[in-house]
């Protein structure tokens, strides 16, 4: 099964560097340059696993996890958060929100893709 990946984030070079790291060990991934974009793919690809950034113009990465847990189309996908943010009460935010994890770039190819492979396996069905 290929797992698809939208991963959302305002800049370009974090959504190409995704998608290379993520597509060369066949993950499916769609990008989306910004919340409210990233909300209205989710509605259409039905991912395995949405990453997001915080920071963003017109939705942030709250509102995409709010987004995501509160509607009809995809509420239980698991949500991985990567921003350049790391404080505690940002976490317990994103954690109380619904986050699945979080990680801080500039991230490790190898533990993104562990942990996307590990929390994707155990997405309720």
Excluded: C, Y
Aim: aromatic share 4%; charged share 30%; net charge neutral.
């Amino acid at each position: 099964m290929t797992i698809k990946i939208l991963a959302i984030d305002d800049s370009r070079t974090i959504r190409e560097m995704l998608r290379h790291s993520l597509g060369q060990v066949g993950f499916d991934v769609t990008l989306a340059e910004d919340g409210i974009a990233g909300l209205e793919e989710v509605a259409k690809i039905k991912p395995d696993v949405v990453i997001t950034d915080i920071n963003m113009p017109r939705l942030d990465g709250f509102g995409v996890i709010d987004g995501i847990r509160q509607g009809h189309d995809h509420p239980r996908v698991p949500i991985l958060v990567l921003t350049t943010e790391s404080g505690d009460e940002l976490k317990n935010r994103a954690r109380k929100s619904g986050a699945t994890g979080w990680i801080v770039k500039p991230f490790d190819d190898g533990k993104l893709i562990s942990a996307i492979r590990r929390i994707a396996s155990v997405q309720p069905q």
